[in-house]
């Protein structure tokens, strides 16, 4: 029997890979531990809230016409 050589190789170790992906991502559970603090907030709310610092130019602070400003 002849060995795969060069791309031949290549190719068998790429269907093999192919063959393999979907039995190893079936035995893989989706989620083994049970979501906890913020993320099972977010989860159960479905609201995600995000703040930041009014007075802290140039990072963040709140302008004249009160929006949100600063690159962090």
């Known amino acids: 029997m002849n060995r795969p050589t060069g791309n031949n190789a290549l190719l068998a170790g790429?269907?093999?890979f192919c063959l393999a992906l979907p039995v190893a991502a079936q035995r893989t559970p989706a989620y083994e531990v049970p979501y906890s603090?913020?993320?099972?907030?977010?989860?159960d709310t479905g609201v995600v809230r995000i703040g930041f610092r009014e007075n802290s130019p140039p990072?963040?602070?709140?302008a004249p016409d009160?929006?949100?400003v600063g690159y962090a």
């Open 14 to 16: 790429a269907l093999l």
């Open 37 to 43: 603090g913020t993320l099972k907030k977010i989860r």
């Open 59 to 62: 990072f963040a602070f709140r």
């Open 66 to 68: 009160g929006k949100p």
